[in-house]
């Protein structure tokens, strides 16, 4: 295990003994995942995980109630936000009940919890911590080897466990408003880890240096945003309108992961690095001086994009320089606001650095264009479907087949690099999706891939449950597990077996289906200058932000 390693690992786990006896956690975790060097990195790598730490935890509202001995259930963070300048602070009788993470109403949405309520708090307590134990001593899977891909698929099997046990679980549980949960605060301790680990390597001081220092920007906070995604999904015609709908949804959101994904892999980063990820934008912290290389992928993204969507969509990215003050003194919605003012700035010349001698080079056309999209470039394969009789392009046709296979999809298998030849021999089919430019395949799977008889390791591999958060399988080929929420059709509640077209021809009047569309105004703003609700103070701390995030990802998800 290499330095780098052991922080991202240490930081990680650094508070779990707020869930867990730290001596048990430690004695069963090496146990499982053989590891002995992690829990007695060097002084100085002890220096800075307690660095790290201290900037994640968030500044407190009532510093007087930390030493209360009652515990208390999460409080509901979106119920204390507000938009409206020197209001008085919010207040919210609302909590999530402490239980793991599932579809049911009564865990994804707080609830008005009387006083009374506390008296089922510790046996739900010990439930869930007893859940977690068999999951973490039966389930995890072990590395398969001791390299940097291995380490990284530890972590991200953790976050798959504690993203299921801990996001009901308060980061601190003795205060009067206990609003960030302990996975998110974890998550954080460790990319702010990584990124003070990353600077410090550069600068050739780790031994000597001053990790608590609080003006030097060490870290980037980074947004990357999907230009022009709107409009493609909505690029619908009658005939196939609902697998259209779907796949031009559902294609976004993968969009999203995978560009997001390539980047960590690329700057060589822990998953924990990538702070949010949905609606077409994600946020990442990197450490200072990974800039460049995060500007070259970043234009061979939008190179591929150019030439798969026509300029139809464009990767903005902006990029803001954070300080450790940032961290601590609630200063991250100013942070917010600046890397989304980079943003901007960024998308005001879209594709620029694609442009040479080539650029307005006239395209060869078909005869008849796709009459979904529109296109008529020689490059879109462009065919008659004699099933609804139309001419309609390759783009959209994988599009309405990934709407199609959605409806019964169970797992989604995500493939890079080295491993794509191999899985996709073994499974004896092709992707659903290929992301040509960023050497990934992705399946959408109905049943169980059973990868347990693959004849080879495949490390460079994630198998995602749909709506199903119990994913670890205890493997022993090293592919990392993880779950993902997806609003899906299902016909059996209340539709039978109709489908959009039979809603249409079932209409009184004419024949035509209704689009309700819905969009939430000001969201960013609640990043920006919506926590400012205790005494006027920012308390948008980094924690706190991916705490709020990743509550609105779900709930956009399930709803």
């Known amino acids: 295990m290499k330095e780098l390693d052991q922080v991202v690992l240490a930081a990680f786990l650094h508070n779990i003994g707020k869930f867990w006896s730290r001596d048990r956690f430690w ?17 100085h790598l002890q220096r800075l995980i307690q660095a790290a730490s201290h900037f994640a935890r968030t500044e407190r509202e009532d510093n007087a109630n930390s030493q209360s001995s009652e515990i208390r259930y999460l409080e509901s963070l979106l119920a204390r936000v507000t938009l409206q300048p020197d209001s008085p602070p919010r207040q919210t009788s609302y909590y999530h009940r402490l239980s793991s993470l599932s579809l049911e109403k009564t865990a994804i949405y707080p609830q008005l919890l009387e006083q009374q309520a506390i008296s089922a708090l510790k046996p739900a307590y010990q439930q ?3 859940d977690f134990k068999q999951q973490l001593t039966e389930q995890l899977p072990r590395p398969v080897s001791h390299d940097e891909i291995s380490w990284r698929n530890v972590v991200y099997n953790l976050m798959s466990l504690f993203e299921r046990f801990l996001v009901y679980v308060p980061a601190e549980i003795h205060i009067e408003h206990p609003n ?5 605060q974890l998550r954080v301790t460790a990319a702010i880890a990584e990124g003070l680990y990353r600077y410090h390597q550069q600068q050739h001081d780790l031994e000597s240096a001053d990790f608590f220092d609080e003006n030097i920007p060490k870290w980037q906070l980074v947004c990357g945003d ?13 005939k196939g309108a609902a697998k259209g709908l779907r796949g031009h949804s559902l294609y976004i959101q993968l969009l999203c992961d995978v560009v997001s994904q ?3 892999r690329q700057l060589g980063l822990y998953p924990t690095a990538r702070i949010y990820s949905s609606g077409g934008k994600f946020y990442l912290l990197i450490a200072t001086g990974q800039e460049t290389t995060l500007t070259a992928q970043v234009e061979h993204i939008n190179q591929w994009l150019l030439k798969v969507f026509n300029g139809e969509i464009f990767l903005g990215i902006g990029i803001t320089p954070v300080r450790a003050a940032d961290f601590r003194g609630g200063q991250m919605g100013m942070r917010w606001q600046m890397v989304n003012e ?4 960024n998308r005001w010349q879209p594709f620029v650095a694609a442009i040479n001698k080539d650029f307005f080079t006239p395209l060869a056309t078909t005869q008849l264009p796709c009459q979904v999209c529109g296109r008529d470039d020689a490059a879109a394969q462009i065919q008659l479907d004699t099933d609804l009789n139309r001419h309609i392009c390759k783009q959209c046709r994988d599009l309405e087949k990934l709407g199609q296979k959605i409806v019964t999809a169970k797992y989604l298998l995500w493939v890079w690099e080295a ?7 073994f499974l004896a089919q092709a992707p659903t999706c290929q992301f040509e430019a960023l050497a990934v395949d992705l399946y959408l799977l109905a049943e169980y891939p059973h990868l347990e008889n693959s004849q080879q390791l495949i490390v460079n591999t994630l198998l995602e449950r749909i709506n199903q958060p119990d994913c670890l399988d205890n493997n022993a080929l090293g592919y990392r597990c993880g779950f993902r929420f997806l609003g899906k059709w299902e016909p059996e509640k209340r539709s039978h077996d109709w489908t959009f077209d039979v809603f249409a021809d079932q209409a009184v009047g004419t024949k035509r289906l209704g689009i309700l569309r819905m969009d939430v105004d000001n ?23 991916a705490t709020l995030s990743r509550q609105l990802n779900l709930f956009f998800r399930v709803i």
């Open 226 to 238: 999907f230009s022009g995604i709107q409009a493609f999904i909505y690029r619908l015609t009658a």
């Open 523 to 545: 969201l960013g703003e609640i990043f920006v200058r919506g926590l400012e609700f205790y005494k006027a103070k920012s308390m948008g701390s980094l924690s706190r932000v």
């Open 262 to 264: 390539y980047l960590l």
């Open 27 to 43: 004695e069963k975790l090496t146990n499982r995942l053989s590891i002995l060097d992690i829990t007695s990195p060097a002084p």
């Open 342 to 345: 980079e943003l901007q700035q």
């Open 419 to 425: 491993d794509r030849q191999p899985v996709k021999t």
């Open 128 to 130: 869930l911590l007893q």
């Open 180 to 184: 960030i949960t302990l996975f998110d």
